[in-house]
């Protein structure tokens, strides 16, 4: 009995077959990959919004130290224009005194030299 080789048609449905189950495995394979972003992908949009939200309240509270800041900054400001004015008055008052008693020492000195 003389062997029979494949002829040409066993050889297109073997590779037929072979591309079939090869398309097959690509689309499993492609779905699972897809499946895996997907699951990452939403692990990524939950970190990331965990992450915005730390952001604002960050900048919440910068926001509310810099009214602090500025609220403090208008009150030493303000402390301290109270302060130069208060030494303003004394240092004229002193002046006054001064002018007073060098006027009064010239009056003294005027009447012993008589």
Known sequence: MAEKGLG??????AFKGFEKRRDEKMKTF??????????????????IKLLAKGHERIIERLQLMQK???????????????SFTELDQRLTNLETQM????????????????
Do not use: A, P, Y
């Open 8 to 13: 040409k048609r066993d050889l297109e449905q």
């Open 30 to 47: 492609g779905k699972k990959v897809v499946d895996q972003f997907h699951i990452i992908s939403e692990g990524l949009i939950d970190q």
């Open 68 to 82: 602090e800041n500025e609220r403090q900054h208008q009150e030493t400001r303000s402390l301290v224009k109270l």
């Open 99 to 114: 002018k007073e008693m060098q006027e009064w020492k010239k009056q003294v000195e005027g009447r012993l030299q008589i």
